[in-house]
């Protein structure tokens, strides 16, 4: 199995920043790209964090970190510049990065339970839906409180699509002869399942497991496609490594394709692929979330966000949400 090294692509000045980064997108804002991610919270405590923006190609200088009404589960980036629909706490709400500016919320999810906040999701093909889940923030495995769900744009209608969950994390559309597939982890099960996505019905029906992540080292967490009917799949090591872990599988065989390391990181959260003037490059979100102090001293790069070469020559191109005008 080919392995790459990453390189710290952006090393945060203050631990807070390095709490939980999740969740990297490529977008446009103030007419400049713009890598944006999430710090869902900024300590263990916290109950709000931050969309931090980065403008690659400067000193930094003008980078931002946008205040949340609460814990940040994700971004989307919205057709055009500036916007972002975000998932916070319980809420969808639109963000103007440019402005610093929040609507209220579009729609709220049917679960009042004060340990389930929303956490990752990705963007249904053609920018009218959504699935996103949520995450017990007690991880527990028997509770299982977290659910699976779907929003859809025209009019902003969250239904239920899978119950039971613990830690909806990392997901994937593929399309085929029988219409639209979803990948999707939730991570105590060490799996990636398959569903099949019926928007129009408001409903996904499982079809078992596409990949059985039993025998790797670390917790499956965000997971990017890669347009070939590969993804590829961070790994939040709880335990102390002298490097993190980020690799792409086949989604139809299971196999282990390749893998990305993040030298003093063991905790990885989230990948994304981005097409660059120098080619297609991975970059990666890490954390520190729960690392005792010892570990953190034998961890420098906790934290940082990485930027690995890769062999593609091309990425699936980044879907919008088309909100209604």
């Not at 398959?194 to 499982?206: E, G």
């Amino acid at each position: 199995m080919r392995t790459t090294v990453a390189s710290v692509y952006i090393e945060c000045t203050d631990e807070s920043d390095r709490f939980l980064p999740e969740g990297p997108r490529w977008l446009t804002v103030q007419e400049r790209p713009a890598l944006v991610w999430v710090n869902i919270q900024l300590s263990a405590t916290a109950t709000e964090g931050e969309i931090n923006v980065h403008f690659p190609g400067t000193d930094g200088s003008g980078d931002t970190g946008q205040p949340c009404p609460g814990r940040p589960g994700f971004v989307l980036p919205l057709e055009g510049e500036d916007q972002v629909l975000a998932g916070v706490d319980k809420a969808l709400r639109l963000c103007d990065l440019a402005e610093g500016a929040w609507t209220d919320p579009l729609a709220t999810v049917p679960d009042d339970n004060p340990r389930t906040i929303i956490n990752d999701a990705e963007i249904v093909p053609g920018g009218k839906a959504v699935v996103f889940g949520t995450k017990d923030t007690k991880f527990d495995t028997e509770a299982r409180l977290a659910q699976l769900y779907l929003y859809t744009v025209d009019d902003n209608r969250i239904s239920v699509l899978a119950d039971k969950q613990v830690c909806s994390n990392g997901k994937v559309f593929v399309s085929d002869a029988l219409g639209l597939i979803l990948y999707d982890i939730d991570t105590p099960t060490r799996k990636i399942v398959r569903y099949r996505l019926d928007v129009a019905a408001r409903t996904a029906t499982l079809d078992g497991v596409a990949v059985d992540l039993a025998n790797q080292v670390g917790s499956p967490d965000g997971m990017r496609g890669c347009g070939d009917g590969t993804a590829i799949v961070a790994f939040y090591n709880p335990e102390f490594a002298e490097a993190g872990r980020a690799v792409r599988f086949n989604l139809t065989t299971g196999e282990a394709i390749e893998e990305w390391l993040t030298p003093g990181s063991p905790r990885v959260t989230c990948p994304l692929l981005v097409k660059r003037p120098t080619g297609v490059k991975l970059i990666l979100t890490t954390a520190t979330e729960g690392m005792p102090a010892d570990m953190r001293a034998k961890c420098p790069n906790a934290g940082c966000l990485f930027i690995a070469d890769t062999q593609f020559t091309d990425c699936p191109p980044q879907e919008a949400v088309r909100v209604p005008v």
